[in-house]
Nanobody, 123 residues
Framework: QVQLVESGGGLVQAGDSLRLSCAAS????????TGWFRQAPGKEREFVAA????????YYVDSVKGRFTISRDNAKYTVYLQMNSLKPEDTAVYFC????????????????WGRGTQVTVSS
């Protein structure tokens, strides 16, 4: 069982930065691929970024490439999402998730989810 708790969301202006954190419970955290997803009002939850289980290779959705960076600190059981050059279209609830798979960008492949943190970007 893995429990995930996100933090770091807030209200910012376009062009600003935020760093989201996802704190995980359990010593087996490093056995999971971890990802960030987001859900805007009236839209489906979408993949944002993920980091592979064993080697930490990151993957991003095209819309955030060059602006967002996912990283993890296994010693601290924490995954981060550094978000730079934020845009109004980045406004959403951001969720952290963990998957037993090596890597996935599909919501259905993730076994554990946090409750989310709100990110609002004003223009």
């Amino acid at each position: 069982q893995v429990q995930l708790v996100e933090s770091g969301g807030g209200l910012v202006q376009a062009g600003d930065s935020l760093r989201l954190s996802c704190a995980a419970s359990g010593r087996t955290f490093s056995w999971y691929a971890t990802g960030w997803f987001r859900q805007a009002p009236g839209k489906e939850r979408e993949f944002v970024a993920a980091i592979r289980r064993s080697d930490g290779i990151p993957y991003y959705v095209d819309s955030v490439k060059g602006r967002f960076t996912i990283s993890r600190d296994n010693a601290k059981y924490t995954v981060y999402l550094q978000m730079n050059s934020l845009k109004p279209e980045d406004t959403a609830v951001y969720f952290c998730a963990a998957s037993r798979l090596y890597y996935s960008n599909s919501t259905g492949s993730y076994d554990y989810w946090g409750r989310g943190t709100q990110v609002t970007v004003s223009s």
